[in-house]
């Protein structure tokens, strides 16, 4: 578990009370995915907060697509248009993580502001109804928008990680990551017995013909390397997510390929 001392301030928000991060703390799961940002986050942290202990053991299996909507009528065009503008996400997730990521070669920190408005569904509302500029939203969310005739400014996929304790070892891990390897092949060659999935969730605001699956891209597990560690932690540290003083050897373990 990563050892980490030191005055730099992140706000602790409420990430370990999550879902996922309840049910693994309690015991009831050893592995769990996230976006590859959040995982960072819970690894270099959970020590902190003298929680279950975890470690990256993988990039993971499936990639979000994540865009930046704002109102059909609005009067921002482009990224760097939203300039001290409120884009909404969900504090310390993957809409927020990204939104960092796809902004950042166009504003600079200070000028990059988010805010909370709630689920997906509540943010597209929010810039429909004029509450907020811009929402970071993904599929179906995104072919919602664009049924609504929000306009996109610029979207992109979000990686995945996976975190796992000490009590999961190796052969079991890669059998886990081989078989969403399997899973990853047959949805790569047809998703559409999956889609209903993604209908589901929108609560008939979305019609199967009307979900665009061009959107959805996966690839199988693979090592969390030592580069991907050091670009990625150095990136979540300067945007005060996560403490500095964290290494690749007490963060991650590749054990499924060892």
Same mark, same amino acid.
């Given at each position: 578990? *990563?050892?980490?001392t030191?005055?730099?301030?992140?706000?602790?928000d @409420?990430?370990?009370d999550r879902?996922?991060?309840?049910v &693994?703390?309690e015991?009831?799961?050893d592995q769990?995915?996230?976006?590859?940002w959040?995982?960072?986050?819970r690894a270099?942290?959970a020590?902190?907060?003298?929680l279950?202990? %975890?470690?990256?053991?993988?990039?993971?299996?499936?990639m979000s697509?994540? *865009?930046?909507?704002? *109102?059909?009528? @609005?009067? &921002?065009?482009? +990224?760097?248009?939203l300039?001290?503008?409120?884009i909404a996400?969900? +504090?310390?997730?993957?809409?927020?993580?990204?939104?960092?990521?796809?902004?950042?070669?166009?504003l600079?920190?200070?000028?990059?502001?988010?805010t909370n408005?709630?689920?997906?569904l509540k %943010?597209?509302e929010?810039?429909?109804?004029?509450?907020?500029?811009a929402?970071?939203?993904? /599929?179906?969310?995104i072919?919602?928008? $664009?049924? =609504?005739g929000?306009?996109?400014?610029i979207? @992109?996929?979000?990686?995945?990680?996976?975190?796992?304790g000490?009590d999961l070892?190796?052969p079991?891990l890669?059998?886990?990551f %081989?078989? $969403?390897?399997?899973?990853?092949?047959?949805?790569?060659?047809d +998703?559409t017995?999956?889609?209903h999935y993604?209908i589901?969730?929108?609560?008939?605001l979305?019609?199967?013909?009307?979900? $665009?699956? =061009?959107?959805l891209?996966?690839?199988?597990?693979?090592?969390?390397t030592?580069?991907?560690?050091e670009d990625? &932690?150095?990136?979540?540290v300067?945007?005060?997510?996560?403490?500095p003083g964290?290494? &690749? /050897?007490n963060?991650?373990?590749n054990r499924?390929?060892?």
């Amino acid at each position: 578990m *990563a050892q980490v001392t030191t005055s730099h301030f992140v706000k602790f928000d @409420s990430v370990f009370d999550r879902p996922l991060d309840s049910v &693994y703390n309690e015991g009831g799961i050893d592995q769990y995915r996230m976006c590859e940002w959040g995982i960072m986050k819970r690894a270099v942290e959970a020590n902190t907060q003298g929680l279950r202990g %975890r470690k990256i053991v993988a990039l993971g299996a499936s990639m979000s697509k994540f *865009a930046i909507v704002v *109102a059909g009528n @609005s009067k &921002y065009y482009e +990224p760097e248009m939203l300039k001290n503008q409120p884009i909404a996400v969900t +504090p310390n997730n993957g809409s927020d993580f990204t939104t960092l990521k796809m902004m950042e070669g166009f504003l600079a920190q200070e000028h990059l502001k988010r805010t909370n408005a709630g689920s997906m569904l509540k %943010r597209l509302e929010a810039v429909r109804d004029g509450k907020v500029a811009a929402a970071s939203v993904m /599929e179906p969310w995104i072919s919602v928008a $664009q049924k =609504w005739g929000l306009r996109i400014l610029i979207e @992109s996929h979000s990686t995945r990680s996976e975190a796992a304790g000490d009590d999961l070892d190796g052969p079991t891990l890669k059998k886990m990551f %081989r078989a $969403q390897a399997r899973a990853v092949e047959l949805i790569e060659k047809d +998703p559409t017995p999956f889609i209903h999935y993604f209908i589901r969730e929108t609560g008939g605001l979305l019609k199967p013909e009307e979900f $665009q699956t =061009w959107r959805l891209l996966h690839a199988a597990p693979q090592p969390y390397t030592h580069e991907r560690w050091e670009d990625t &932690y150095n990136w979540t540290v300067k945007w005060n997510m996560t403490v500095p003083g964290a290494t &690749y /050897e007490n963060t991650v373990d590749n054990r499924a390929w060892q």
